[in-house]
């Protein structure tokens, strides 16, 4: 099974991963909005201009379908996103390298699994309008934001420390 690195565990256990994303998951579910009224079928430039209203600039991907937020450089680490909506439901890739080095890549409902057990699942937000949407992102963008500040406050002040 995957593990995740020490240095990701640690930045996502302090900034409370785990409690944050069920907070939006329990928020943004089936309840709040049913099968039936999910926003399933988008126009991409609404999910652009709203994203790059954040402050993100991303690119649609049609060939997988899914919007690529452009990678961001911060000290040794290169940052980036994938945003997947699948019928009416967020999912986000967050993505950190370091050195070209992949050291996280996978949907954030995985961090769970990794971090508590296997069966620990957080389900998908679901969303139902764009403003529903907008939130979500809004949402997951802040807790990442926070993540990259922990793990940029993480790295090491020279070489021999990290030995």
Do not use: H
């Not at 944050?20 to 652009?48: C, H, M, N, V, W």
């Not at 994203?51 to 600039?57: D, V």
């Not at 992949?102 to 990794?114: A, F, K, N, V």
Request: hydrophobic share 40%.
């Amino acid at each position: 099974m995957i593990e995740l690195k020490p240095i990701i565990k640690n930045a996502l256990l302090k900034i409370d991963f785990i409690k944050r994303y069920e907070q939006i998951s329990a928020l943004y579910d089936a309840k709040r909005t049913p099968s039936g009224e999910r926003l399933r079928y988008f126009d991409g430039e609404i999910i652009i201009d709203s994203i790059a209203q954040l402050g993100y600039k991303i690119t649609f991907e049609p060939k997988e379908k899914y919007f690529r937020m452009k990678e961001v450089q911060l000290k040794e680490y290169t940052f980036g996103a994938n945003i997947i909506l699948d019928n009416g439901m967020v999912d986000i890739v967050w993505i950190v390298k370091k050195d070209n080095e992949l050291l996280l890549g996978l949907p954030i409902g995985e961090y769970s699994r990794l971090m508590v057990n296997v069966d620990y699942r957080i389900k998908k937000p679901i969303f139902g309008t764009y403003e529903d949407l907008d939130d979500i992102v809004c949402r997951i963008f802040a807790i990442f934001e926070d993540f990259k500040l922990e793990l940029l406050k993480a790295i090491p002040t020279t070489r021999t420390e990290m030995s």
